[in-house]
């Protein structure tokens, strides 16, 4: 079995987990979706393998909660595509939602939220959902994205830009998360649509698909 690992220093690596597999495997927790550690390594370039494992946190609260499970593995699979060098701010992030929903209590939809605004940011598209970006107004209402501008009020909105509307822009905001679920869902859409068109990079079809 091959791993995917991202580490924090490194970004995106391969490694054989030949000693996790075994149900009695000493290493086994290694292997699972979502461990958090530090893995000791042999070999170098793409032939690593896992020889030791010392693990900080399993979040396992989040596998108990199905809508946490699935926001957990749409981070982790953004975080694994944003990574192919080091990504310490976007690692960071993704650690942080994932404590926030397995301990502070966070929803999925807004851990997913918020995710997707560190990753805009960190990789140099930080969207202000609170301000025009052309006019400088104070939103309220709707809003709209641009590729070249960013969020902008619906005066400024250019043609061809992407209508936010104010339910999802206050969600986003962070101005109002008591939404409901169809809000909240509809925000992590239009983020996730923001991320691919400005970084390249989107969950698959499955993460939204569960939500139908
Ligand atoms: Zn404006």
């Known amino acids: 079995m091959v791993l995917t690992l991202v580490s924090l220093e490194e970004g995106r690596l391969t490694a054989s987990a030949r000693g996790c597999l075994k149900p009695r495997a000493k290493l086994r927790y290694a292997a699972e979706p979502m461990n958090f550690g530090e893995y000791m390594l042999a ?12 693990q900080y946190d399993s979040f396992s609260p989040v596998t108990a909660d199905i809508d946490k499970y699935y926001a957990a593995c749409m981070i982790l699979e953004l975080l694994t595509k944003l990574s192919p060098e080091s990504q310490p ?75 936010v509307d104010a339910a999802s822009r206050a969600f986003i905001a962070g101005e109002n998360r008591d939404v409901p679920e169809a809000i909240k869902i509809r925000a992590v859409m239009l983020l996730s649509d923001f991320l691919y068109r400005t970084q390249g990079v989107r969950p698959d079809s499955s993460y939204f698909k569960e939500q139908e």
Do not use: Q
């Not at 070999?43 to 010392?54: A, E, L, N, S």
């Open 89 to 163: 701010g976007i690692f960071l992030g993704a650690v942080k939602e994932l404590k926030a929903m397995a301990y502070e209590g966070k929803d999925a939809r807004s851990a997913a939220c918020d995710f997707l605004l560190s990753a805009l940011r960190e990789g140099g598209n930080g969207l202000d959902f609170s301000v025009c970006a052309d006019c400088g107004c104070i939103l309220e209402g709707d809003a709209a994205f641009s590729d070249s501008d960013g969020i902008v009020c619906p005066h400024c909105a250019p043609w061809d830009a992407i209508r």
């Open 43 to 54: 070999g170098k370039g793409d032939r690593y393998i896992v020889t030791d494992c010392v």
